[in-house]
């Protein structure tokens, strides 16, 4: 069956950057093509709806919600069946759990597929 496995999260103070990977894996089986999947980022914070922070197209179109703009950067490497997000400028605001997800071309609960099991990003 298909996994997303999150990996890179970690605590960091405000300014810093971290890294954050997901690979996907188990979906030789089903047909599916990683390269044609859109893959989504969102983050979850103890009592607040899990919040769409930033997706990545196919194609390698990204696009990122307005408090994260210009600070985090989507990736992929097709190859390695794997996406990141880049998090520069970190604030304490980004504290969060942060998941993978693919996603049917918007980066919302609604229209998530598979979900990764999340990485903790604690900022300070």
């Known amino acids: 069956h298909v996994q997303l496995v999150e990996s890179g999260g970690g605590s960091v103070q405000a300014g810093g950057s971290l890294r954050l990977s997901c690979e996907a894996s188990?979906?030789?089986?089903?047909?599916?093509?990683?390269?044609?999947?859109?893959m989504g980022w969102f983050r979850q914070v103890p009592g607040k709806e899990r919040e769409g922070v930033g997706e990545?197209?196919?194609?390698?179109?990204?696009r990122y919600a307005e408090s994260v703009q210009g600070r985090f950067t989507a990736s992929r490497d097709n190859a390695q069946n794997t996406v990141y997000l880049q998090m520069n400028s970190l604030k304490p605001d980004d504290t969060a759990v942060y998941l993978c997800?693919?996603?049917?071309?918007?980066?919302?609960?609604?229209?998530?597929?598979?979900w990764g099991q999340g990485t903790q990003v604690t900022v300070s």
């Open positions: 990545i197209d196919s194609d390698g179109t990204t």
């Open positions: 997800a693919r996603v049917r071309g918007v980066v919302a609960v609604g229209f998530v597929d598979y």
């Open positions: 188990g979906f030789d089986s089903s047909g599916f093509v990683f390269s044609t999947w859109c």
